[in-house]
């Protein structure tokens, strides 16, 4: 069972910014094939916000992120990172990672963190 571990969360002003790291616990190695970042504010759902392949040659967002947010990895560090920039009070939500443990098909995200908050402040 893996687990990972966000951190990197926090309280700022609009327009500034933030990075989270995911990484998993333990000694396990995050070799699976992407690894993703999602949001959940209270009282809605958990939406998607980017993914990036274990290569981190392909990477996708969501509209709402897209051009602001940038996910990254470091292999050798065994860590993915979201660098949040621009960030407005829309964007206040609980911050989880999750690994896609999928080898071929639809992405499937067996694997999660217990999330890291994520507070934008007017």
């Known amino acids: 069972q893996v687990q990972l571990v966000e951190s990197g969360g926090g309280l700022v002003q609009a327009g500034g910014s933030l990075r989270l790291s995911c990484a998993p616990s333990g000694r396990t190695v995050l070799s699976y094939r992407a690894t993703g970042w999602f949001l959940q504010a209270p009282g809605k759902e958990r939406g998607f916000v980017a993914r990036i392949s274990w290569s981190g040659i392909s990477t996708s967002y969501s509209g709402r992120v897209k051009g602001r947010f940038t996910i990254s990895r470091d292999n050798p560090k065994n860590t993915v990172y979201l660098q949040m920039n621009s960030l407005k009070p829309e964007d206040t939500a609980a911050y989880y990672c999750?690994?896609?443990?999928?080898?071929?098909?639809?992405?499937?995200?067996?694997?999660w963190g217990q999330g890291t908050q994520v507070t934008v402040s007017s």
């Open positions: 999750a690994a896609d443990s999928r080898v071929t098909g639809p992405p499937k995200y067996d694997y």
